[in-house]
């Protein structure tokens, strides 16, 4: 699973290069499984990490209500516990 500190490199085998596309791609994936490809913390090669966004009430970028992907506790940066 997702740890505190890991990087998430890559979804469903695409890069990723900034937070906002992982919020994106969870947004316009609700319920779907998806593949995270993880860097946890002093691991020197990354893992494979299933995961399933929850189906939240939201708004698209235009303002319309709709239905979107949210992961609980999932921050742009590492936050202390």
């Given at each position: 699973?997702?740890?505190?500190?890991?990087?998430?490199?890559?979804?469903?085998?695409?890069?990723?290069?900034?937070?906002e596309d992982l919020v994106i791609f969870l947004n316009e994936n609700p319920?779907?499984?998806?593949?995270?490809?993880?860097?946890?913390?002093?691991?020197?090669?990354?893992?494979?990490v299933e995961i399933t966004p929850s189906s939240q009430d939201g708004f698209?970028?235009?303002?319309?209500?709709?239905?979107?992907?949210?992961?609980?506790?999932?921050?742009?940066?590492?936050?202390?516990?």
């Open positions: 699973g997702l740890r505190s500190g890991d990087q998430i490199i890559a979804i469903d085998g695409k890069p990723i290069k900034k937070y319920g779907k499984k998806i593949q995270l490809n993880v860097m946890h913390h002093n691991s020197s090669s990354p893992a494979l698209s970028i235009y303002g319309e209500s709709k239905t979107v992907g949210e992961i609980e506790g999932l921050f742009p940066a590492a936050r202390s516990t």
